[in-house]
């Protein structure tokens, strides 16, 4: 599938693969696409960062190669590696056949070849002329020393192997960089992106995203989950839900044959939305009661 033309049609691109996306972040995809630049997507976990990759894939037909990062990811597990013990092989049986030229030698088993792709590489060198979408997901994980190689290949879509050279891509991959925020960034980096943040959406948009991702729950609990969810994000919690503890509470609920809230199932299923025991425990009981009476409240009014 083409580019998209305008913002509409880059919505129009996102809702086909069931990604309901505000205007803003459209915006900043359809520049990213159209500009070739890569987009930096921070905001918190769970709002939907990495999914903004999977589906501009899927939508565009291209493949999406992930570069999962972490702390002490290396250029050998990013870009590239030589295959040691093929080059080993090879050495031996040149010597076995009396070839004794080092320089003949290193130059055959430094090419090619001999070369493992990792992700960055592999993003780089596109298969039929369809350029890749390349997602480095979760960047703030990864050390600063890996942030400064990437420079290279944000800005000029190409890496340096010094026993072979620069490999430059023929065409751009699309390049998605996600981070959850826990360091910043270095500004040389961003200065290399479009940035967006994604903010967790208004009651209004993920009541649409639970239309498509979890049409099961029905309009009624689908209401009562949202608005029990947007008054769970104004607690003081450690890590309040995100749109994917959203869909996956409600799909919980829908397996276990529910179709109205009540405290006890809240209290049942709250490890479906929140991540820490000392959150499940300040809402659990009275709090959750409480909240819930809200929602009710605001849906009889």
Same mark, same amino acid.
């Given at each position: 599938?083409?580019?998209?033309?305008?913002?509409?049609?880059?919505?129009?691109l996102l809702s086909t693969s069931s990604y309901i996306a505000e205007r803003s972040l459209a915006t900043s995809v359809f520049l990213s696409l159209n500009l070739k630049r890569p987009l930096?997507?921070?905001?918190?976990?769970?709002?939907?960062?990495?999914?903004?990759?999977?589906?501009?894939?899927?939508?565009?037909?291209r493949p999406l190669i992930r570069l999962q990062c972490y702390e002490g990811l290396d250029v050998s597990s990013a870009v590239y590696e030589w295959d040691y013990s093929r080059q080993m092989i090879e050495i031996r049986l040149a010597e076995a056949q009396g070839v004794h030229d080092r320089d003949e030698i290193a130059r055959d088993i430094f090419s090619e070849k001999f070369l493992i792709e990792r992700p960055l590489l592999q993003a780089l060198n596109s298969r039929d002329g369809i350029a890749p979408v390349l997602l480095i997901d979760e960047i703030d994980r990864a050390d600063e020393p890996f942030e400064a190689y990437l420079l290279e290949l944000l800005s000029e879509f190409q890496v340096t192997i010094p026993e072979i050279g620069t490999v430059k891509a023929d065409e751009p991959p699309v390049v998605i960089i996600t981070s959850n925020r826990t360091r910043e960034i270095h500004d040389a980096l961003k200065r290399?992106?479009?940035?967006?943040?994604?903010?967790?959406?208004?009651?209004?948009?993920?009541?649409a995203i639970l239309a498509v991702k979890a049409p099961q729950a029905g309009s009624e609990l %689908?209401?009562? #989950?949202?608005?029990?969810?947007?008054?769970?994000?104004?607690?003081?919690?450690?890590?309040? &839900?995100? @749109? %994917?503890?959203? #869909?996956?509470?409600a799909h919980a609920l829908v397996q276990i044959d529910?179709?109205?809230?009540? &405290?006890? @199932?809240?209290?049942?299923?709250?490890?479906?939305?929140?991540k820490y025991q000392e959150d499940v425990e300040k809402i659990r009981g009275h709090q959750a009661t409480r909240l819930l009476e809200t929602v009710h409240f605001a849906a009889g009014a």
């Open positions: 599938m083409k580019i998209p033309a305008d913002i509409p049609s880059t919505v129009e930096l997507l921070e905001g918190e976990a769970g709002v939907g960062k990495t999914e903004v990759a999977k589906v501009l894939a899927d939508a565009m037909n290399r992106c479009f940035y967006h943040w994604v903010d967790y959406p208004d009651s209004e948009r993920e009541l %689908a209401h009562q #989950i949202v608005g029990f969810v947007q008054k769970l994000r104004d607690e003081d919690l450690y890590k309040v &839900p995100g @749109v %994917a503890e959203t #869909i996956d509470w529910v179709i109205d809230l009540k &405290p006890a @199932v809240v209290d049942d299923t709250l490890g479906v939305l929140l």
